[in-house]
């Protein structure tokens, strides 16, 4: 399975690493940089975007991730749930502000729970350990390998069991900075409810970092499902102005409730289409290693067929990956357009890891926007933990596709060749030829 995610950890230095406890610590009242300044009074559903500096990428009519991140844990004045693939922080990054942020909600007696992926625990076991001695904090692995057979794959928290953040970014400077990337503030007690569930339901079969590791394969029966109302949920965000939103999640195995599989709302609303599909996803690929196949290929063949445009964005990293000629294949269908996008390198060195569009999102006819962590593969739907919300609304729709626009239209972003050959684009830990390294 590839994961976009674990190549970024890789990234992470581990002295940066043993940082974590002494960021916490001895800047406790240092103040966060200053950023875009953030609403008086926000929104019930905001998108929060990841804008990469040095580039015209997305939307600045959006709340940038790090300020609204910030925002969010000044609110907590109880818990914070925080479920995330890693940790990754640099000296002077912008992860170094959100610990600061965090360190302060403990010290006012915020109880912060933050649950990590085993398997990168094992390759980079410094952040949870500094961080499960500091006060305040409770720190558990979940290991899904021994569940359903994938990873900790969803980037989610929660605040005070009433508002839940989800969306692409990671726990990681880079997300906050050099990575385009999408994600959804709801301020909602159902919603966060519901995704509550989700996280109670990790953290009840994760382990203490200095507990031994149990590789026994083993079946995990959900907890029954505490519906929080009647679906979709109706969220007023101004006179006149309401959001329908459902929850969704994966894998089907190991949820609160399989009708709220991921797999089947986002087939529902790919068959609801009637005027344009705009996807802009970071993997794509219907099959899978194992026999699990994705219905999307399909879904958006039939799309096309019946008249509806079809538009995807795919970034650079997918070329030489195992879904690339599926892509290329789609590309060839009538009413079918896609486009690879490539974000310029940073003026201030080589990032491993970084400066590529890790959006997971898709607007349907300007008026349905899904956001996820999934990648667009078998093993993110049947194997993984990923979330996703889906809303019905004009305004959220319509900031969703320009923020497509803004991609579709780069002058780092050009038409797929079905028929062309790509050669593979540097990224990992070593830099090109004639480039300097920064971070990692």
């Known amino acids: 399975m590839p994961s976009f995610d674990r190549f970024l950890s890789r990234g992470v230095a581990p002295a940066a690493l043993a940082l974590l406890a ?235 409730d399989t009708a709220l599989w991921d797999l089947t709302r986002i087939v529902k609303t790919l068959d609801d289409a009637r005027g344009e599909i705009a996807i802009q996803i970071y993997a794509y690929s219907p099959t899978g290693r194992d026999a699990n196949t994705l219905p999307f290929d399909a879904a958006l063949r039939r799309a096309a067929a019946r008249g509806v445009r079809v538009k995807m964005i795919v970034p650079d990293w997918t070329v030489g990956g195992g879904g690339f000629k599926s892509i290329q294949d789609l590309a060839t269908v009538p009413n079918v357009e896609v486009r690879l996008s490539s974000v310029p390198e940073w003026s201030g060195g080589y990032i491993p890891f970084a400066r590529v569009e890790h959006c997971k999102y898709m607007v349907v006819d300007s008026l349905v926007t899904w956001v996820g962590t999934d990648n667009w593969e078998p093993s993110y739907f049947f194997n993984t933990r990923n979330l996703s919300v889906t809303m019905k609304n004009r305004r959220l729709a319509r900031q969703a596709r320009a923020i497509f626009e803004s991609s579709w239209t780069a002058p780092s972003t050009s038409p797929l060749d079905p028929k062309a050959t790509y050669a593979p684009r540097i990224h990992g830990d070593q830099p090109p030829a004639g480039r300097v390294k920064y971070g990692g």
């Not at 040095?54 to 009519?61: D, L, M, Y």
């Not at 989800?166 to 400077?173: A, E, L, P, Y």
Request: hydrophobic share 40%; no cysteine.
């Open 22 to 256: 002494v960021t916490l610590a001895t800047h406790s009242h240092a103040a966060p940089p200053a950023a875009s300044p953030v609403s008086a009074k926000p929104m019930p559903v905001e998108l929060v975007e990841t804008r990469p500096v040095e580039t015209a990428i997305g939307n600045p009519a959006l709340q940038a991730a790090l300020p609204a991140w910030l925002a969010l844990i000044a609110d907590a004045r109880r818990t914070l749930d925080i479920e995330e693939f890693y940790l990754s922080t640099w000296p002077g990054e912008p992860m170094d502000p959100v610990l600061r942020a965090l360190g302060e909600a403990a010290r006012r007696g915020v109880k912060i729970r933050l649950l990590l992926d085993s398997r990168m625990y094992r390759t980079y076991p410094r952040d949870a350990d500094s961080l499960s001695n500091v006060p305040g904090w409770q720190v558990r692995l979940v290991d899904f390998g021994r569940i359903s057979g994938g990873i900790q794959h969803a980037k989610f928290f929660l605040v005070d069991g009433r508002i839940a953040y989800v969306g692409s970014q990671n726990f990681d400077w880079r997300s906050l900075e050099h990575i385009h990337e999408l994600g959804v503030a709801i301020r909602d007690e159902r919603v966060a409810s519901d995704f509550e569930q989700v996280f109670e339901m990790d953290w009840a079969v994760g382990r203490a970092p200095s507990a031994p590791p149990d590789t026994t394969r083993q079946a995990f029966v959900p907890p029954a499902y505490r519906s929080s109302g009647a679906l979709p949920y109706r969220i007023a965000q101004a006179p006149g102005d309401t959001v329908e939103l459902w929850p969704g999640w994966s894998p089907r195995g190991f949820v609160p």
